[in-house]
C-alpha cells in the first residue's frame, strides 16, 4: 500500500502545521492556494494579479506532487464576489485553454477572505503515473 506524503510548496504554504497538499497514490488533493507571491509571501491588492499567480501557484503545487494541469479534475474557487468571476474566467481559460478538456469548478462566494485576498481555491488531481 503506498503511503501519504505531504507536499509543500514556497508560496502556498499554510501557516499552521498543514502541507499545501498532499498525494496518496495517484491522488492529490490540496488545501487553499491563495495568489501570494512565493517570493514575498504577499498579496496584491489587483485581483488580475492576484488570479494569475493564483493559477501560477497551482501550476507550482500541481508540479510539485508529480502532475501537471491536465491532471486536475476538480477545483473549488472563493471569491469575494460573484460579479469578479469574468476575471477569474480570463485566468481559468489560460491554465484551460481547451473547452473540451477543463477540470469541473464550484466558485462560491466568501465573506471569510482577509483582506487584500479576494480570491483562493483548492483542489483535486487524479495522476496517471502512480506515487513518485
Partial sequence: MQTRRSIDVEGAKHVNPIPTACRRGPFVVTGAISGADPATGKV???LDAQCRQMFENVGRVITA????PE???????WI??????EVLNRHWVVMFPDPQSR?????VTSR????PMQVQC???AVLDDGMK
Avoid at 469575494?80 to 468571476?85: A, P
Fill in 44 to 46: 496584491s491588492e489587483d
Fill in 65 to 68: 506532487a508529480g502532475g501537471t
Fill in 71 to 77: 491532471d486536475i479534475i476538480k477545483m473549488t474557487v
Fill in 80 to 85: 469575494t464576489d460573484r460579479s469578479l468571476r
Fill in 103 to 107: 477540470p469541473a469548478r464550484h466558485t
Fill in 112 to 115: 471569510d477572505l482577509t483582506a
Fill in 122 to 124: 483548492d483542489l483535486l
